[in-house]
């Protein structure tokens, strides 16, 4: 599908933003810059005309994987972690609603003091009627990440691709970390990053993207304007779907 460089690739989204992201290079805690860095790139979406969701981790204050080898019972550990995601959600809002960019956030764990109860068509709603709905809460269930979160809220909410930010620029063959010959591909299926074994997101989720035909990008948000450049169908990143073309 082409696209022109002024209209958007799709017409709703959802962006994954992992926790790390909102501290900046600390990896911990809140980052004031950086999350107001963030909430500048979702709104750099919005502008374009796309309904725009957004699912947060928790990593930078709570996570849930590593809380449980300290002895905490590792259901307890995630729910902590989703607790985690939601101070990152009300930080995401605050910072985009000083740009002047309507928001609603919902969690799936209800706490109505500070954000709606997740609603499937309150959130569709709230998203043709033009505000940022930012999700919190994972799925409200331990067990499952953020990223399945990610998945699951993309396929309830119709949403046409699901953009997952990260702090690389896209999909390697092997850790470009480790490895100064590891390529990047710029399109590549679900099949083909089974059989290699490449981590996009986590199993239960990517399994998901690949049943609902449900196309992901991957790519680095850390370059100012790759955002609305991925939202535009710019060559950004890693795209992955069921059969990518040439």
Known sequence: METSSHQPRWRRVLIKLSGEAFAGESGVGLNPEAIDYLAREVISV???????????GGGNIVRGATMATTGIEHATADYMGMLATVINALALQAAIER????????????????????IRRRAIRHLEKGRVVILAAGTGNPFFTTDTAAALRAVELGAEALLKATNVDGIYDRDPRKHYDATRFEQISFEEALQRQLRVMDLTAFTLCMERALEVVVFNIWEAGNAQRVARGEPIGTRVSIQPKS
Request: net charge negative.
């Open 46 to 56: 919005h502008q374009l005309g796309v309904q725009t969701a957004v699912v947060v």
């Open 99 to 118: 740009h002047g960019v309507d928001t609603r956030v919902q969690s799936a764990i209800t706490m109505q003091a500070v954000a709606e109860p997740f």
